[in-house]
């Protein structure tokens, strides 16, 4: 049950878009299409951003994308704005029917 | 609009067990798989356990496997977290999950409750 491997890290200006990546293995993102990503600012809890690799929740910006390929995913935000500086973490299921999260990547709007 | 909304935590001494409540309310409690996560202070978020629709079918974390023990009571809307031989490294704010309907996804979560394992 290792965690998904994320950038601790990802800055940009407002306006630019940014990717975040997320590594698994076949076991878990390159099997299923069942990866979600989630947003959390500081003290709040997540918030469900995009489900099934590139779907996106009702009342979510289309800025927010997300792909997948092989055994990595990734979300993408474009136009970025102030209000999404945040963590934000991948997450999917896995072969032995658990979960699993990646460690996390802080988005800084410069 | 889905409302989870956990209690249960608090500050206990290493070795001792405690129990996690999370009441469901605003959607079918009975037809969703449910978690719980937990993320430690300043650090990641980590997935703990899932329990399916009707308690059949229960996974957990290494970490946790054999100390903890999820459950839920349908009749209640409630989800439950037994934690015994709890560990300082248990220290964290558990989160209540609810999976999307017939799909392995988190789409909600509570606001948290705080289990502190300290002497």
């Known amino acids: 049950q290792s965690a998904l491997t994320q950038p601790a890290s990802v800055s940009g200006s407002p306006g630019q878009s940014i990717t975040i990546s997320c590594t698994g293995t076949?076991?878990?993102?390159?099997?299923?299409?069942?990866v979600s990503w989630y947003q959390q600012h500081p003290g709040k809890a997540p918030k469900l951003m995009i489900y099934e690799v590139s779907n996106r929740p009702s009342g979510v910006p289309d800025r927010f994308s997300g792909s997948k390929s092989g055994n990595t995913a990734s979300l993408t935000i474009s136009g970025l704005q102030a209000a999404d500086e945040a963590d934000y973490y991948c997450?999917?299921?896995?072969?032995?029917?658990?979960?699993?999260f990646g460690g996390g990547t802080k988005v800084t709007v410069l | 609009q889905v409302q989870l909304v956990e209690s249960g935590g608090s500050t206990v001494q290493p070795g001792r067990s405690l129990r996690l409540s999370c009441a469901a309310s605003a959607f079918t409690f009975s037809r969703h798989g449910m978690h719980w996560v937990r993320q430690a202070p300043g650090k990641g978020l980590e997935w703990v356990a899932v329990i399916s629709y009707d308690g059949s079918d229960k996974y957990y974390a290494d970490s946790v496997k054999g100390r903890f023990t999820i459950s839920r009571d349908n009749s209640k809307n409630t989800l439950y977290l037994q934690m015994n031989s709890l560990r300082a490294e248990d220290t964290a704010i558990y989160y209540c999950a609810k999976d999307r309907l017939a799909v392995p996804i988190i789409d909600y979560w509570g606001q948290g409750t705080l289990v502190t394992v300290s002497s």
């Open positions: 997450s999917s299921y896995t072969s032995s029917s658990t979960r699993v």
């Open positions: 076949s076991s878990d993102v390159g099997g299923y299409s069942y």
